[in-house]
């Protein structure tokens, strides 16, 4: 009689040429959800058809037996249970430490809350300017900061006698005990509510920290913005971050970079983009401008012939590559102006000049224009 159970590759999401590393992942990711003790509140008996089907696949013969014979394969149906599980113990020794990775037992869980635990990294946002950019800068910031309170040596105590083992979790920091589900038992560990995992009571508490073995402090921090420095990039400050766990080291500080926008200066890679206001004089004469750069004014003639939106570069003038002393070109993107008004005087020897002159870009376009038009 043919079996009416899902098949088990269905039930996993995967094809049947699927690598056990696909099964496996396929499977994780299925448990997280439907386990009755995630977040969601799971779904038993999809669990249960999911764990299933994953004995199966994850083991090589059994799954050979079962690509033959599909649910008639031999061995299915022992009384014990869900697929042959008769307790907690062979569960576990079956999925190993699947479960344990999926719902918190991590290597912490297993040796214990009150080992060195290095602390947390922290980060804070500066902005800067292009010109702390170009030269490089020193910077202070004030911050609060977690520092290890010498008074009790970092034990939150009052005196050495002050401290004892937690008689609870025997020192360990976490408590274990065991559930009882339908599909099982199963072994948990949390944090030991009466020493909240540090495996010691403090009798008194030390006067400076309070009991917490830090306390916070602002301070006033000195550091060096490196030349060339882009936006987004972080400064390292070792040592100033978040105090560890029972002695653990202390995390560090991460300064992020903000460069503020400029009016009229851009920045691409190690290239220095400044748009110029220019009169329209200046470009036809040639004349001599002036260009304002971070180390002062660069005085450069045009070449004749400039176009508007034309840009000329002047090499090895724009910002420098980091940890160089090369630098990139400096763009200057040309914004060519007209006058708002001008005086009679101008106007009639703009006239002659217009009078004289054969250049008539509009007449030539529409001569051309008009036969195609």
Known sequence: ??????????????????????????????????????????????FKEIS??????????????????????????????????????????????????????????????????????ILTKVEISYRDVFFGKKMTISINIDVACKDCKETGARTPNDISTCDKCKGKGVLEYVQQSPLGMFRHQGVCN???????????????CKGHRYYIENQKLEFDIPRSIFDGQQIRIKGKGKIGHNGGTQGDLFVGINIKRH??????????????????????????????????????????????????????????????????????????????????????????INNETKFDPNEDFVNSAIKRI
């Open 1 to 46: 009689m043919a079996s009416k159970k899902r098949d088990y590759y269905e039930i996993l999401g995967v094809s049947r040429n699927a690598t056990p590393d696909e099964i496996k992942k396929a499977f994780r990711t299925l448990a997280k959800k439907y386990h009755p003790d995630s977040p969601s509140g799971g779904d038993e008996a999809r």
């Open 52 to 121: 299933e089907a994953y004995q199966v696949l994850s083991d090589t013969n059994e799954r050979a037996k079962y690509d033959q014979f599909g649910h008639d394969m031999p061995g299915v149906g022992s009384s014990s249970g869900f697929g042959g599980f008769g307790s907690f113990g062979d569960f576990s020794s079956a999925f190993g430490d699947l479960f344990g990775d999926l719902f918190g037992g991590n290597k912490r869980q297993q040796q214990g809350y009150n080992g060195k635990t290095p602390g947390d990294n």
């Open 194 to 208: 009466q020493c909240q995992g540090l495996g010691k009571i403090i009798r008194q508490k030390c006067l400076k």
């Open 263 to 352: 009016a009229f200066l851009d920045r691409q890679g190690s290239d220095m983009y400044i748009k110029l206001p220019v009169s329209y004089l200046d470009i036809i004469l040639g004349n001599i401008i002036m260009i304002p750069t971070f180390e002062g004014i660069i005085k450069h003639k045009l070449p004749l012939g400039l176009q508007y939106g034309d840009k000329i570069t002047l090499k090895n003038q724009g910002f420098y590559y980091p940890n160089s002393s090369k630098r990139g070109d400096l763009h200057v993107i040309l914004d060519i102006q007209m006058p708002n008004k001008i005086t009679k005087t101008e106007q009639e020897k703009l006239w002659n």
